[in-house]
């Protein structure tokens, strides 16, 4: 196979830099947040125009919880105003929206319209949106363990696959691509298990200010790379 037939069935991304995008221009953390979610709504929306079946988003690790309460607090209300506005559009364009993380420590409101859109749109096939929410890799992984404990799985039985279906990520595909913002160059433990053959791509632009077209050159640079598997 030709590197250039291969296909973009799910793209992650890590979309870093909004904090430093609003201190570069003299604005409130927040605003810069406000921005990335501008901005991550295009590239939803492109994506699926591309006819990119999956996209993944990393809305908050679980170690952001030590940032300043009230930064937190606005980003909740982000959150919540996002789910708001995008469910009329998830119905719409059959779009199943999934949330990876935990469940335990989101607010009650929010995590009332995260069951809800999750619910409303389980039986959607066309496009998948998922947000990864309180989400941390290896948090995923020991989450995982403790449901297989819990389960009473005979561990002499554990491979691969048993591993999988216990993740979050269960009803979802493996990441094709990962994309950072930001010009960081690490994973910082985004989707650990399952990004074992993805490719990535740094990019060395904010999140608020990756364009669409950005987006685009992504793909076609995935599009020209060899994919070996190991093989």
Not at 160 to 185: F, K
Not at 198 to 224: A, R
């Amino acid at each position: 196979m030709k590197s250039s037939d291969f296909k973009v069935c799910h793209v992650a991304i890590i979309p870093d830099g909004n904090r430093r995008w609003a201190r570069s221009h003299f604005l409130p953390v927040i605003e810069g947040h406000r921005r990335g979610f501008y901005k991550a709504k295009e590239i939803i929306k492109k994506s699926q125009k591309m006819g990119i079946k999956v996209i993944t988003l990393w809305a908050f690790s679980t170690e952001n919880w030590t940032r300043a309460k009230d930064e937190i607090e606005n980003l909740m209300l982000i959150y919540e105003n996002f789910l708001d506005e995008y469910f009329s559009e998830a119905i719409k364009e059959q779009v199943r929206v999934i949330h990876i993380g935990r469940k335990d420590r989101i607010k009650k409101s929010l995590l009332k319209k995260i069951i809800e859109v999750e619910e409303k749109t389980k039986e959607f096939k066309k496009y998948t949106l998922v947000f990864a929410l309180d989400y941390g890799g290896r948090d995923e992984i020991v989450r995982a363990v403790l449901k297989m404990h819990k389960d009473k799985i005979d561990f002499s039985q554990i491979s691969d696959e048993l591993i999988s279906e216990y993740l979050d990520t269960v009803s979802i595909s493996d990441p094709d691509l990962i994309i950072r913002t930001s010009g960081e160059q690490r994973t910082s433990g985004f989707l650990l298990w399952q990004s074992e053959y993805s490719e990535y791509i740094f990019v060395n632009k904010f999140f608020p200010d990756f364009s669409v077209g950005d987006f685009e050159d992504c793909i076609k640079e995935y599009k020209n790379r060899k994919r070996r598997y190991g093989s």
